[in-house]
């Protein structure tokens, strides 16, 4: 690890007025990412602000039904949040599923937006990324390929959204919400990552100044029923093959609102408007279902390594579609 | 009687309190810290390093290249030394991963940073990345120190009895390299005192890896004293000296100060071996009714351009089965890798799953229940040397075991059984590993205050040494086991054997019976010869250990304790010497352990990872000593396999060779939430043909036949057969 | 920098920290707390969990810094002073230990199950104890240990 400077943030000005001064510092929140990519010389940052004192960890609930929750509650926490298991059960499921209890009382809601991809090659400081060092080529792609994205990637990268709560967040609607030296600003979240196309190592539309302060929900559609569903290698404590994460509502046979969102395929937490589309107002039956999840996945690339992704993709939402059904019907 | 009870491990308390110290726990005044810098590429050379900038950073020492190192005296022998070619010798890199520099600083954060200011110019050629990129190259290795076994076996005639069998499956089966993946990674802390060197090393055995020091250094082995009291696990990788236990005495000579090196976690992966990749074929002849006629097992393994070490898949196999006419083989391939390490259970895991495989390919296809196919070619001796076994209870093993699993309920068509999503499949393989014994030494102190203490230089490496060799001590003694302390871990000490090929309990257990025993003769022949003992005069065979003291055999009131004797006679200890000498080649009897596992699997249809809820073992390992740790280790075998069987992998990049994934996040081994229900049971027959302990090991048996019993439930749940480990999701779509 | 946190419920000041540091390097290498062990770095085995203000972490990826002015708690606080912390005492009983090495970490995260849900189903112990990584594997008797000791709690309460 190369040294750096540690400073210590008070309050949301003072984060933001360091950061502006410091091109290069990073924020350190709950550190589960930050400390492994210093310590594995990807990230040099020569100031970390640490911005845990920040007061932005409360969970409130918004006049309109909907929740803030602040970029700095911890995940365990906003699982665990009443407002959260009763109106989002989706949510917690997300989080629950991603990483261990010990990383979860650590890391932040606005760091684990910000986390960077777990791609292999990103890792190892002797291959070739575009997204660790602009132009230096993508050895992923040749190479072992096997957990990387199927849609939305790029020739110049492969690399996955490692996140789970994000892939629930953009089911949700959810808004971002930034302070910089020039404001405060609001961002749907499914905008806050970019696509690699030719420039992978710009994953948001952050600035570098860009401080995220909270994530707000809209009220959950009623009568809608929800489920994050991941499949791995193992029972837990891995990354996404393929996680999908659905809202559904049926009304009289037919789909009257579905949202829809993939993790584990693709460089950002993928809202799958396609299947969006092709399922509104179509009869809720496993058919439509396999005809969302192919309109979807007719735009997928894969690669001989990951050519299964996108069958498990499709599998997975119809599965996951299909509880949904059943469990609406029960309810 | 204390063997065979389960009594709570005697260093238990250390180990949930903090207070148990493992290498990188001890601590030495001035003791500065090394980091090592491997090579970015695979194949080529270090055309310049330039360390003058990690040379000024804060702390820093020493760096040390093969530019500016000191010499070795001499490259130690093989197969302990882990790999031929000593580190920093000269410019060549043959793996990814190879040390290439030493950094040496006062604090290990400093070095680790020093260490990225290190820049390296390579002169870059072609790796040979994977095992399937040299699979055409494969060979037969010379006979070396390296070649463990013979790379072939032949009796009959195979080939013309395979053509001639009625039934046949011939099949090619692939395992993935895997890593030991340790939690504790390797450690060395080494000083100098003149030309006397003190090693505290994480090693499974203090005794086969002084020698070796001491001929890298050229000083005489009684100048190097090393130290291992605890492992934090080793499965192997720690039965070798990698790289980095000769640095680390390398970089205190350098800065004259003692010097640890703890090797990082991505360097457990590639410094300190794997078990190879295999690429095997099986086949098989059998008559209608499942006789095996022919049995040929090819078997191909990754190894480094610098070694040929085996991945012996097929050693075993001659000796499994009743079959007539069999040829076995294995063959290396070089590849731009690291050296491997004997893995629980080098060669015989492997290898059970081509053959086991196999074999239920064979039962499907002659329609017969694989259990009763295995039932029908037990081998009654040994197939190879015609020697009976000195013990063997596998068809006990296979019956208890069916029955405990319910095997009859199994409807013999794949695909049968369901509930809901979940197609449900019943697998069984079995297992058998050649038993090994080595010389050990122990003795055992009778102290004047009734207590006793054993002195051997046994490592404990999570297996209960520790605790069942204190139950024979206290057995032979008739002392509590509470009364009996232990000396371990330092080469001063009397030579166990080592801490790995399951050799523990056969070998040095049986020394410590033997130096109980002696001690037992020494108190004897004191009392009888004591006028002042109630004894005098007996017959020393009419005298035996009751309760902390000797008593008559036939008049229990007669008799005295330890500590009246030995104070009444001023002696403070009575020492008791154990010898242990394997019998050798020259053995009445083959010997062997031998085990059966039968899996559930499920797997949704749909999403289709297979997890074992249940699973049921049976062992045949002579005497059990201690039914809790040998339960907790038997399990643990078990469950370290289900990750061969379903998710460990440590890949190869396919172009540059390098090891992609190592990191415990991307090298899945199994957590908690993947574990089912794992049952045990343990056939037990004092074997005392085996040794005099009557035990034979377990520690590697337990891990054998796993993969192919879950192979064998996948293709029974699904109609799949999977003959490429891991069995990950993708397989099955 | 100078460092000031509680551990075990004694204060501490440690001086000449270094920025880059991390939590476990200071109780390892500078609080003589070697009980949490160093494994894998990167948050990813438990090896070295710890209590950081009442909620177990991973120590290897706490940066010191962060430790500022909080409260530690290792496995060497767990027991009251000779008298073993229900967890360990089950550990030991049920035979839950092998090499030892996850175990402190395992210890904690444990401890803070139970003290959390005192009933743990065992999908809730195997779910718990997702992030330890046991490599002799004794998951079995693992859970076995968790189940007694909450048995054992609820039965003093």
Redesign the interface.
């Known amino acids: 690890m190369r040294p750096f400077t540690y400073l210590r943030a008070p309050d949301v000005a003072t984060a933001v007025r360091a950061i502006s001064a410091e091109p290069g510092a990073k924020f350190i929140g709950g550190g589960t990412n930050l400390v492994d990519l210093l310590r594995e010389d990807i990230e040099q940052p020569g100031t970390v602000i640490d911005i845990t004192g920040l007061p932005l960890t409360g969970v409130e609930e918004l006049p309109d039904g909907g929740i803030r929750i602040g970029a700095l509650v911890r995940n365990s926490h906003l699982a665990a949040h009443r407002l959260v298991t009763t109106r989002y059960p989706m949510l917690s499921q997300a989080i629950l599923s991603g990483a261990s209890p010990q990383l979860r009382n650590m890391a932040t809601t606005g760091g684990n937006l910000l986390q960077r991809t777990r791609c292999l090659y990103f890792y190892d400081g002797a291959a070739a990324c575009n997204k660790r060092e602009p132009g230096s080529g993508c050895d992923a792609i040749g190479g072992f390929n096997r957990q990387h994205g199927v849609l939305g990637v790029s020739d110049d990268c492969l690399a996955t959204h490692p996140s789970d709560m994000c892939v629930a967040l953009a089911a949700l609607d959810a808004t971002v919400e930034t302070r910089s030296e020039h404001g405060v600003r609001r961002i749907p979240l499914v905008d806050l990552h970019r696509l690699p196309g030719t420039t992978p190592h710009r994953e948001t539309v952050l600035a570098a100044d860009e401080l995220i302060t909270a994530i707000e929900l809209p009220p959950p559609p009623s009568g809608a029923v929800s489920r994050y569903r991941k499949v791995r290698d193992r029972a837990s404590y891995a990354f996404a093959l393929v996680s999908v994460a659905a809202v559904l509502k049926v009304r009289d046979g037919s789909v009257s609102t579905v949202r829809l969102a993939l993790g584990g395929v693709a460089p950002k937490p993928w809202r799958a408007y396609a299947a969006e589309r092709a399922l509104l107002a179509a009869p809720a039956t496993e058919e439509s279902f396999t005809r969302a999840a192919e309109a979807e996945l007719t735009a997928a690339t894969a690669r001989p390594g990951n050519a299964f992704k996108i069958e498990l993709a499709r599998r997975t939402i119809v599965a996951t579609l299909r509880d949904l059904l059943a469990e609406g019907s029960a309810a | 009687m204390a063997i065979g009870k389960a009594i709570s491990r005697v260093e238990a308390g250390d180990k949930v309190t903090g207070a148990a110290r493992y290498t990188e726990d001890v601590r030495v005044a001035e003791t500065a810290h090394a980091v090592l810098l491997g090579s970015a590429i695979s194949a080529g050379r270090v055309r310049g390093i330039d360390t003058r900038r990690a040379e000024r950073a804060p702390g820093v020492l020493a760096v040390i290249t093969h530019l500016n190192r000191p010499d070795f005296a001499a490259v130690p022998p093989t197969p302990y030394t882990a790999e031929g070619r000593m580190p920093l010798v000269d410019d060549r890199i043959h793996y990814a991963g190879q040390y290439i520099a030493v950094v040496v600083a006062e604090t290990r954060e400093q070095a680790e940073h020093a260490a990225t200011l290190v820049v390296v110019d390579y002169h870059r050629t072609s790796p040979v990345p994977t095992l399937d990129a040299a699979l055409s190259q494969a060979y037969i290795p010379r006979e070396n120190g390296l070649a463990r076994v013979p790379s072939e076996y032949r009796r009959g005639n195979a080939e013309a009895a395979l053509a001639a069998a009625p039934v046949r499956v011939e099949e090619e089966y692939r395992t993935a390299a895997l890593s030991h993946a340790p939690i504790e990674p390797s450690s060395t802390l080494a000083y100098w005192e003149g030309d006397r060197l003190t090693i505290y090393d994480s090693t499974q055995s203090v005794h086969m890896h002084r020698p070796l020091v001491a001929i890298a250094f050229g000083v005489p082995e009684d100048r190097v004293r090393m130290y291992c009291s605890l492992v934090g696990g080793g499965f192997g990788n720690k039965s070798y000296s990698w790289p980095h236990v000769f640095l680390a005495p390398m970089a205190a000579r350098v800065v004259r100060r003692p010097v640890r090196v703890t090797i990082s976690r991505k360097q457990v992966f590639t410094g300190t071996g794997h078990m190879a990749a295999t690429v095997q074929t099986v086949r098989l002849g059998a008559d209608q009714d499942g006789r095996l006629r022919a049995l040929i097992h090819d078997s191909v393994n990754q190894t480094s351009f610098i070694d040929d070490r085996q991945e012996t898949a097929s050693a075993i196999t001659p000796y499994v089965y009743a079959v007539p006419d069999l040829y076995a083989r294995i063959r290396v391939t070089k590849v731009n890798t690291g050296t491997g390490g004997a893995m629980r259970t080098p060669g015989d895991s492997a290898g059970a799953f081509a053959l086991e495989s196999a074999l239920d390919e064979l039962a499907h296809r002659l329609g017969m229940d694989p259990l009763e196919l295995r039932r029908r070619n037990h081998a009654d001796v040994d197939p190879v040397s015609g020697r009976p076994w000195s013990g063997k209870q596998l068809l006990a093993c296979y019956d208890q075991a069916a029955e405990r699993f319910g095997w009859d309920r199994r409807n013999p068509e794949p695909g049968s059984a369901r509930d809901g999503d979940d197609l449900i499949g019943y697998g069984m393989a079995g297992g058998q590993r050649t038993e090994h014994q080595r010389p050990a030494q122990a003795t055992v102190d009778l102290t004047d205050d009734g207590t006793a203490v054993i002195r051997s230089s046994m490592v404990e490496i999570g297996g209960g040494g520790l605790t069942t060799l204190s139950q024979i001590a206290a057995d032979g003694l008739g002392l509590p086991t509470a009364a009996v302390t232990f000396q371990h871990g330092d080469s001063a000490l009397p030579a166990a054997a080592p801490t790995f090929g399951s050799m523990t309990s056969g070998s040095t257990g049986s020394a410590v019976k033997l130096a109980a025993a002696d001690a037992l003769r020494a108190a004897i022949d004191l009392a009888v010869g004591d006028r002042r003992s109630p004894l005098h005069g007996a017959d020393p065979d009419d005298v035996v250990a009751h309760e902390g003291g000797l008593r008559l055999r036939d008049r229990p009131g007669d008799g005295e304790s330890y500590r009246a004797l030995l104070r009444r006679n001023r002696i403070n200890t009575l020492r008791g010497d154990g010898d242990f000498q394997p019998e050798g080649e020259d053995a009445e009897h083959a010997m062997a352990t031998f085990g059966v596992h039968f899996t559930e699997v499920r797997i949704n249809r749909y999403l289709p990872r297979v997890r074992v809820v249940r699973h049921v073992a049976a062992f045949s390992i002579g005497r059990v000593l201690n039914a809790k740790t040998a339960r907790n280790q038997a399990q643990g075998g078990i469950i370290m396999r289900l990750g061969a069987a379903l998710m460990e992998n440590q890949r190869p990049d396919p172009v540059s060779g390098r090891f992609i994934s190592p990191a415990l996040t991307d090298y899945h081994v199994p957590v908690n939430a993947d574990i089912g229900e794992i049952d045990v049971i343990f056939v037990e027959e004092p074997d005392t043909n085996a040794n005099p302990l009557g035990a034979r090991g377990l520690g590697e048996i337990c891990a054998v036949g796993i993969c192919a019993s879950v192979a064998n439930a996948v293709h029974h749940a699904t109609g799949k057969r999977v003959r490429s480990l891991p069995i990950t999701p993708d397989k099955l779509l | ?1 100078r460092l000031n946190f509680t551990v075990n419920g004694r204060a501490e000041t440690v001086d000449d920290v ?5 939590l476990l ?1 200071v109780l ?2 500078r609080a003589g ?15 070295c ?1 710890v209590y950081l203000d009442g ?4 120590a ?4 010191a ?2 430790a ?1 002015g909080r409260e530690v708690r ?3 606080g ?2 009251d002073g000779d008298r ?1 912390d229900p967890i ?2 089950a ?3 049920a ?10 970490g395992l ?1 904690v ?1 444990a401890h803070d199950l139970i003290e959390r849900v005192p009933r743990p189903s065992d ?1 809730e ?19 076995d240990a968790v189940r007694l000791a909450a048995e054992r709690k609820a039965g003093a309460r």
């Open positions: 920098m270094w920025e880059g540091e991390s390097y390892r290498e707390l070697p009980g949490s062990k160093n494994a894998c770095e990167q948050g990813e085995c438990g090896s969990t909620v177990p972490v991973c290897c990826l706490v940066a810094g962060q500022e290792t496995v060497e767990l027991a073993l360990q005492q550990f030991v009983d035979g839950a230990v092998q090499c030892g090495f996850c175990t402190p210890l995260q999908p112990i195997r779910e718990a104890l997702a992030g330890n990584l046991c490599r002799c594997t004794g998951y079995e008797k693992i859970l």
